[in-house]
């Protein structure tokens, strides 16, 4: 994708990007990479349309490819091919502030890149809400969050989840099954498509793909993994 975007993209009037798995059921956490990079590479495009397509194992790409380079009927220029329908994005108003679905009282939790601000406030809602156990998981063991409170027990860990010995090491200490993995593990290291390096571009892309995948392989079979 990187080499497309700076050789190719800058010399072409459209460009589709195919992905197989994004859209649907089962997510493909490599095409989500590729859709992210080219969502952010299409602004430093102006000259090129970037047509972003996701199809299902029963979609040929060559046909969709040739239907993406002609169809302008949209305003989007997302759309996906799944079991043989044409679906595009939609934006709706919200009409009621989100909440849970369900009680986490008693439940159990892996938060990945907790010592990330993010990772801060969504311990401290499912305390609030709760969770009986955290597990708070960084590449360096993350101080205990005090806002967690005193009600919960919480046990740091240091882990990175892009190296598979680190995270089969976190689930074998494991003592209990988790009942959720939530990754927000990640690495901001921004930067041009035409200057950004393949070191800094692999080091950003790690923790969300190779961490996305080897959470799902290596978590207990009942876990979800969010």
Do not use: Y
């Amino acid at each position: 994708s990187l080499a497309v975007a700076r050789r190719v993209a800058p010399q072409a009037q459209t460009l589709a990007v195919i992905t197989r798995g994004f859209v649907g059921a089962k997510r493909n956490p490599a095409a989500g990479a590729v859709w992210g990079f080219w969502r952010a590479a299409a602004t430093e495009l102006p000259s090129c349309v970037v047509r972003l397509v996701d199809v299902d194992e029963n979609t040929s790409p060559s046909q969709t490819i040739l239907a993406a380079m002609h169809d302008d009927s949209s305003e989007s220029e997302e759309r996906a091919w799944i079991n043989g329908r044409l679906l595009q994005p939609l934006l709706k108003p919200l009409v009621s502030r989100w909440r849970p679905r369900g009680s986490f009282r008693g439940t159990t939790h892996v938060i990945t890149g907790a010592s990330g601000g993010l990772g801060t406030e969504l311990a401290t809602r499912l305390a609030r809400a709760g969770a009986a156990k955290l597990v708070l998981v960084s590449r360096r063991a993350p101080p205990r969050i005090e806002a967690v409170g005193s009600d919960i027990e919480v046990e740091c860990v240091a882990c990175d989840v892009s190296v598979e010995a680190d995270v089969r090491s976190l689930f074998d200490n494991l003592t209990f099954s988790p009942d959720a993995i939530w990754h927000l593990a990640g690495v901001v290291d921004d930067g041009a498509v035409a200057t950004v390096s393949v070191d800094r571009f692999e080091k950003v892309l790690a923790p969300k793909v190779d961490g996305t995948e080897l959470l799902a392989r290596c978590a207990p079979a009942t876990t979800k993994v969010v």
